[in-house]
């Protein structure tokens, strides 16, 4: 990798192996695994590394390398994605985070919305220059998602159908009533439409008014 000024050839060749053999996010655990490092100096290393620039601190004991051509070390909205699946797995993109990736609808969001079967303390988040916001899904609303890759990252977002059903569940998600009614009339006059599998998915869910 050329041009990592102020880190010496041992540290450039580290740093290249972690991003080699990462999945896009690295974690102290995982680069004390890569690197044959007991925890405690990786994470000095990668702190050291963050104070430098080399890699963006996301949270505590995790980091995204910053490419060499980055001007600054923000996270991008591109890498949002990953960050979401390494840190709140299992989990899905929902709401109209998902609406903006089907084209469903033409407003832009910076909030990611995560539906995550863990149970964090704060439903809303941010990690350097994004927003999440968190809700809990139980293990069995874990269907009707697709795989979408984000570099190394595999992501799970929800299809069309279910990104519908979700929004009948809670038109929160999809910004209150009316930005819901929007991207529902967007789903019905698209190709995604599909009626039989709304109606599979309302039942699967088990929320009669939905």
Same mark, same amino acid.
């Given at each position: ?8 050839? #041992?540290?450039?060749?580290?740093? !290249?192996?972690?991003?080699? /053999? ?5 974690? #102290? ?26 890699v963006? /601190? ?7 390398? #910053?490419?060499?051509e980055?001007? !600054? ?53 941010s ?7 968190? /809700? !809990? ?61 709304? #109606? ?9 008014a939905?």
């Open positions: 990798m050329k041009g990592l000024y102020g880190l010496g050839k #041992v540290e450039r060749e580290r740093l !290249t192996q972690l991003i080699r /053999r990462s999945r896009g996010v690295i974690s #102290v655990k995982e680069a004390a695994e890569i690197l044959g490092i007991r925890p405690s100096g990786v994470a000095k290393m990668l702190s050291r590394w963050s104070e430098k620039g080399w963006s /601190r996301i949270s505590r004991g995790v980091y995204l390398p #910053v490419p060499v980055a001007q !600054t070390p923000d996270i991008s909205i591109e890498d949002s994605w990953a960050i979401a699946e390494r840190l709140f797995s299992p989990c899905y993109i929902g709401g109209w985070s998902a609406a903006e990736y089907w084209d469903l609808t033409e407003q832009i969001h910076r909030t990611l919305i995560i539906l995550t079967e863990q149970k964090p303390r704060k439903r809303k988040i990690i350097s220059n994004i927003d999440f916001w968190l /809700r !809990t899904a139980p293990k069995k609303a874990m269907f009707g998602l697709k795989p979408v890759w984000r570099g190394q990252i595999k992501v799970e977002v929800s299809d069309p159908a279910r990104t519908i059903i979700d929004l009948m569940n809670d038109p929160a998600l999809g910004g209150g009533l009316r930005p819901t009614a929007e991207i529902f009339l967007n789903y019905l006059k698209s190709n995604h439409k599909d009626m039989g599998l709304l #109606v599979d998915y309302a039942e699967k869910l088990g929320n009669g939905v």
